[in-house]
């Protein structure tokens, strides 16, 4: 294949690749009204993210099959966060299993179904085989920033974001109800990878007393004098908030499990639990622990997230129409733009130390346990 803009585009293709996201189905809507009012193309949907495309589970996707998705949270598609066709696991004859490059049957896939473009809707997992694609074979391939942690360093936001932290915000709120009644110390743990996005805006959104993120290494004897200054002051309730990814100075992260055949093969979490323990030993104020899990990722998504995903999608198909291959899609408040895929992958987006939103927090006498 050479690279170029490719004449005359009839099909193109879609996937969702990597954990979902609330937003996934808008992006689907939006990319496929676009292709076949606007450009009169044909759009094949790919099952269960790259698996898909090694194992051929395609099916045609009309304008009714993206008809009432706009609200419904996860992907029509499938997604998962395994299946890297450069690393794909094989069951040998002696029961052994290989990691091997099968992404000649992507190429397969792809031609058997005339699929000549490919939208990749991922993460920087996804999105880091969608710009192996592009640079080895020439693919003509566009990316769509998605994850609910919102630690991709190209784009402004990504879609998913804000519905995450409006489920964050909204669990802080009951929290708090149940906190004051009690006279407890109420600890929420909240996921966010490396990145302390949703613990910092949910923190700041539903009023928590101490924000822990990975950004900021905690010191605990800091936290407990945050939760006695307050009781001191009369007030006998505290809401820890606690980034999956937060660890203490001088410690390390807590890992939950390893998965080998993951994109990303470190699950975080359990740190909401220690750092609930030690509260509880070094106060004795009565604590709580909550893990909000996957909640985050669930459900409807916001107004926010279903304009943002539907304006991602619709710029998709339109990079892709404009020859501009190996790109990703952005959001560059306020327009969408885009940059090349690979400057999009590997680096991660953390939470500056200068940014408005900790100095914010501080100034609210929010502590970071630093
Ligand atoms: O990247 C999104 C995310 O939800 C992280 O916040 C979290 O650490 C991880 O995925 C959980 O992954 P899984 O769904 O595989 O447990």
């Known amino acids: 294949m050479t690279r170029g803009k490719r004449?005359?585009?009839?099909t193109i293709g879609i996937l969702s690749g990597g954990g979902d996201a609330p937003g996934i189905n808008a992006v689907i809507r939006a990319s496929v009204k676009v292709a076949v009012r606007h450009y009169g193309l044909k759009v094949t949907g790919i099952e269960q993210g790259f698996g898909g495309l090694i194992e051929d589970r395609t099916r045609k996707l009309g304008l009714k099959d993206v008809m009432g998705i706009l609200p419904r949270g996860g992907t029509i598609l499938g997604t998962t966060n395994r299946d890297n066709p450069f690393h794909y696991p094989v069951r040998l004859e002696n029961g052994n299993v290989e990691f091997r490059d099968v992404s000649d049957r992507v190429l397969?896939?792809?031609?058997?179904?005339?699929?000549?473009a490919l939208i990749v809707i991922g993460g920087d997992g996804s999105l880091k085989i969608a710009s192996q694609l592009w640079n080895r074979f020439s693919l003509p391939v566009v990316g769509v920033p998605k994850t609910i942690d919102n630690d991709l360093s190209a784009t402004d936001q990504t879609f998913g974001f804000d519905t995450a932290l409006t489920t964050a915000t909204e669990a802080i709120d009951k929290l708090h109800t149940t906190a004051e009644s009690h006279y407890r110390i109420m600890v929420l743990e909240v996921m966010g990878r490396y990145a302390g996005w949703i613990a910092l805006q949910a923190g700041l959104a539903g009023g928590a007393d101490v924000i822990l993120i990975p950004?900021?290494?905690?010191?605990i004897n800091k936290v407990c004098a945050k939760i006695r200054e307050r009781s001191a002051a009369g007030k006998q309730f505290s809401i820890v908030v606690v980034a999956e990814g937060a660890r203490p100075i001088g410690g390390e992260m807590v890992v939950k499990k390893v998965i080998k055949d993951s994109f990303e093969q470190i699950r975080l979490g359990?740190?909401?639990?220690?750092?609930?323990?030690?509260i509880e030993e070094r106060t004795g104020i009565e604590t709580r622990v909550t893990v909000l899990g996957?909640?985050?990722r669930g459900g409807s998504p916001t107004a926010f997230d279903r304009i943002l995903?539907?304006?991602?999608?619709a710029a998709a198909v339109n990079l892709l129409m404009e020859g501009r291959y190996g790109e990703m899609v952005c959001l560059r408040?306020?327009?969408?733009a885009s940059v090349p895929l690979a400057e999009a992958v590997g680096e991660i987006r953390r939470v500056p130390l200068g940014s408005d939103l900790v100095r914010l927090a501080r100034q609210a006498g929010i502590s970071f346990g630093d």
């Open 7 to 10: 004449k005359g585009i009839k």
């Open 108 to 116: 397969e896939t792809l031609q058997k179904h005339r699929i000549e």
């Open 309 to 313: 995903a539907s304006r991602l999608g």
């Open 270 to 278: 359990g740190i909401g639990n220690l750092v609930g323990e030690q």
């Open 333 to 336: 408040t306020p327009h969408i």
């Open 294 to 296: 996957h909640l985050q």
């Open 215 to 219: 950004e900021i290494p905690f010191d």
